[in-house]
Nanobody
Framework: QVQLVESGGGLVQPGGSLRLSCAAS????????MGWHLQAPGKQREWVAG???????NYADSVKGRFTISRDNAKNTAYLQMNSLKPEDTAVYYC????????????WGQGTQVTVSS
């Protein structure tokens, strides 16, 4: 059982930056692959970025070169650094944790709102 809590969202101007955090508790953080997804109003949730147990990262084409996912296993926390933000980045951002070893498990946070507007 894993509990995830996102923070760091808010209102920023186009071209600005935000750093989202995902704090995990209840289990061994290092056993999980971590990811960030977004959901814009009226649309389905979509994948943004992921970081595996070994630190390997992957990004959606729309955010490559602008966003950076990272993790700190000692702090049980994953991060999403968002730079050069665009209005189309506006969405609720969700953290998730996935365990692929042994019994498959997946958990989601409650989401944090990011609004990019002038």
């Amino acid at each position: 059982q894993v509990q995830l809590v996102e923070s760091g969202g808010g209102l920023v101007q186009p071209g600005g930056s935000l750093r989202l955090s995902c704090a995990a508790s209840g289990s061994s953080f290092s056993l999980y692959d971590m990811g960030w997804h977004l959901q814009a109003p009226g649309k389905q949730r979509e994948w943004v970025a992921g970081i595996n147990r070994d630190g390997t990262t992957n990004y959606a084409d729309s955010v490559k070169g602008r966003f950076t996912i990272s993790r700190d296993n000692a702090k049980n926390t994953a991060y999403l650094q968002m730079n050069s933000l665009k209005p189309e980045d506006t969405a609720v951002y969700y953290c998730n944790a996935v365990k692929r070893l042994g019994k498959f498990s997946q958990y989601w946070g409650q989401g944090t709102q990011v609004t990019v507007s002038s």
